[in-house]
């Protein structure tokens, strides 16, 4: 998602128009609706995937628009798509991810249900069984109905779908899964016969070795990566960007978990005239690569000021001359809602407040040492 701060109630109305005119919904972003479908940003280009699960997450988000207002869930449904084990999407984190699996040269999805970050978080749980990837909106609608027959409708505080597996537990919440996925299957209508859309841009090879450039299974396209730092691009970047792009052919866009952005399908020469003016937007470090939410002054919740801390840990490395990669990206959330996924990071920090001498002061809870990926995926 992109946030815009700042704006006049006008200004916010005006740009929730326009967006509408170019296909850009607001809906869906918040209350207690499904969250847009998270999909990993390489997918469809990446050398190393198992296929592209880029239309199955498109048609469940067109899925989740057509029916989002017949919904009245008890909170907010967070669906990913992964196209590898990498999980890019943080499907096992999620409550519910689909991990794309290729098995005797068929498609099919590995389930994750039941996860979740922020209070009281949860590694999701790997459904026992592979699932054909044209039967994914079945199993979107069968958690869409456990979530609405099982949800805490009274406590706000256990609405979400990870208390129901913790209530009944993992056996259990599998079973009725499964059983009210079997229902919509015997209903049928919601079989999908996708495919992804072939790119046919013409490549140009490039020799620049750089960090943020990321070779295409395209031969000769390739795409860049940009970091801006804390998340937060400046309009006028923005405006370069699009300037630049706006000349090149059949450029795909595509944001990612970790406040990044990925410009795809870029040839040879493209890719060098935008890592060059992109070159001042962000570092190549990992440590400039962190992830921190918005936090205090703007977040309305907040309780630590994330950007302050992230501005300090990058301003110590300057001053020390540390070797540029000596540390991992670090994640910063500035409260227990783990906007920043403190609890999946190498090294995650949470704003939290904490009495000492009889006085309250703010303080940062930390976590090491979290992960993902689906072999090792654990809460720091």
């Known amino acids: 998602a992109i946030q815009l701060h700042g704006l006049t109630l006008d200004g916010a109305c005006d740009l929730m128009k326009e967006g509408l005119e170019v296909n850009l919904f607001t809906r869906g972003a918040g209350g207690n609706f499904p969250r847009n479908v998270a999909l990993s940003p390489l997918a469809g280009v990446d050398k190393e995937e198992e296929f592209d699960p880029t239309p199955y997450a498109l048609a469940v988000g067109n899925h989740f628009l057509k029916k989002i207002y017949t919904y009245k869930l008890p909170r907010k449904l967070k669906v990913s798509f992964s196209n590898s084990d990498k999980d890019t999407a943080h499907c096992t984190v999620q409550d519910l991810g689909f991990v794309a699996v290729k098995k005797d040269g068929k498609e099919y999805f590995k389930v994750y249900i039941g996860g979740g970050l922020g209070n009281n978080p949860r590694k999701a749980i790997e459904v026992d069984e592979l699932i054909e990837a044209k039967d994914v909106l079945y199993y979107i609608e069968g958690m869409t109905n456990l979530f609405i027959a099982e949800g805490d409708y009274k406590n706000r505080a256990k609405a979400r779908i990870r208390y129901i597996a913790d209530r009944m537990g993992d056996e259990e919440f599998v079973s009725q899964f499964k059983l009210y996925t079997k229902a919509e299957k015997e209903k049928g209508g919601l079989e999908l016969n996708l495919h992804p859309t072939e790119i046919k841009k013409e490549g140009i090879k490039t020799e620049i070795k750089d960090k943020r450039l990321i070779e295409q299974k395209q031969e000769g396209l390739y795409t860049v ?152 995926v654990r809460l720091g």
């Open 225 to 376: 990566y940009l970091h801006p730092v804390g998340g937060q691009l400046k309009l006028e970047d923005l405006k370069e960007i699009l300037d630049t792009i706006g000349n090149f052919e059949d450029v795909e866009v595509r944001l990612a978990m970790t406040e990044g952005v990925y410009f795809r399908n870029l040839n040879g020469k493209e890719a060098e005239i935008l890592l060059d003016i992109t070159k001042k937007m962000g570092g190549e470090a990992e440590i400039y690569h962190s992830v921190a939410c918005i936090g205090v002054p703007t977040c309305q919740i907040g309780i630590g000021n994330s950007q302050g801390l992230l501005f300090d840990i990058m301003d110590y490395f300057k001053e020390k001359d540390y070797s540029s990669d000596l540390m991992p990206r670090v994640h910063i959330s500035g409260c227990t809602n783990s906007c920043g996924v403190h609890e999946i990071g190498k090294i995650g920090f949470t704003g939290k407040k904490k009495r000492v001498d009889d006085a309250v002061k703010d303080v940062f809870g930390l976590f090491i040492n979290g992960d993902f990926t689906v072999e090792n």
